[in-house]
């Protein structure tokens, strides 16, 4: 209780220093050499295997890739403080989809949470933040050259380096803050800019699902199952509205024939709920 006093404490001017603190942090470790390592060797035409047949990777790219991932953290646990019914729901999903049970998104404005204390300006900086670490390290998994270049520098042993985790991590965060303000109140006003962002996202999720192999899109399972429970959990009108522009891209998914039985579980609820209502209309 002590920090959430302290959070309210802090005006306007200082959640602005924070949000730049973290922006400066995430663009000071973004690993962007990642994207670029040679072996010193290589790049003078002398390629030579040192020691043991391993090259050895800066290691100050690691520690960079690890900050990325808990600024991702620090973001989340800073908005939702000290609340983590965010990560209880995303559990809970699946089996609430099974149960035809629905969240109900007005319960969560009801509690204190740090996110109240910041405007949609610096919330949106957040978003931006978030969004630039998903990109990169989604750029970085689809380079295959240049990660089996790192796999033979040993950066992490045998295994062929990815950045999985920041991938996922950062666009669920950035998720899960667009959905809370599409059903925020107090944030009505820009209801309009946070649905432009919150569908482009999404199709975009949706669309890179569908071209990614089989071991990738395993790691993509919660991404969906978040966005799916917090449609299923809107009202039947917005649900209408915005369920069409997806739609297509959710039977793409379907071809996949998804194993996890909580996402499978809510495709259906989506398909289901979509031609009800339609019928409806």
Known sequence: MCQILFGLRLDCDKWNRWCRCVVECQQTTLPHHLLTWRHPQQQHQQVEMMGGGE?????????????????????QDTLFFPSHTNIENDRENPS?????????????????????????????TLIDCL????GFAKHFNSNHNQRHLLQRAGIRGSLRPNLLQQETCALACALRILFRMLADPSRQ??????????????????????????????????????????????SSKQFSNHARYLYSHFYDVSCFNPQHPGLRSLLRHFFYR?????EGD
């Open 131 to 134: 969004l630039e670490m998903h």
């Open 55 to 75: 090259w050895t990777v800066p290691r100050d790219l690691l520690v960079k890739c690890l900050v990325q991932l808990n600024l991702v953290q620090c973001i």
């Open 189 to 234: 006003h820009q209801k309009t800019q946070v649905e432009e962002r919150l569908l482009c996202e999404c199709r975009s999720a949706l669309q890179y699902y569908s071209t990614l192999p089989y071991s990738h899109r395993q790691a993509w399972t919660n991404i969906l199952i978040l966005i799916l429970t917090n449609f299923l959990n809107m």
């Open 274 to 278: 979509r031609e009800r209502e339609r």
């Open 96 to 124: 609430l989809a099974q149960t035809g049970s629905r969240h109900t998104p007005q319960e969560d404005h009801q509690k204190p949470i740090m996110y109240n204390n910041f405007t949609t300006q610096q919330i949106f």
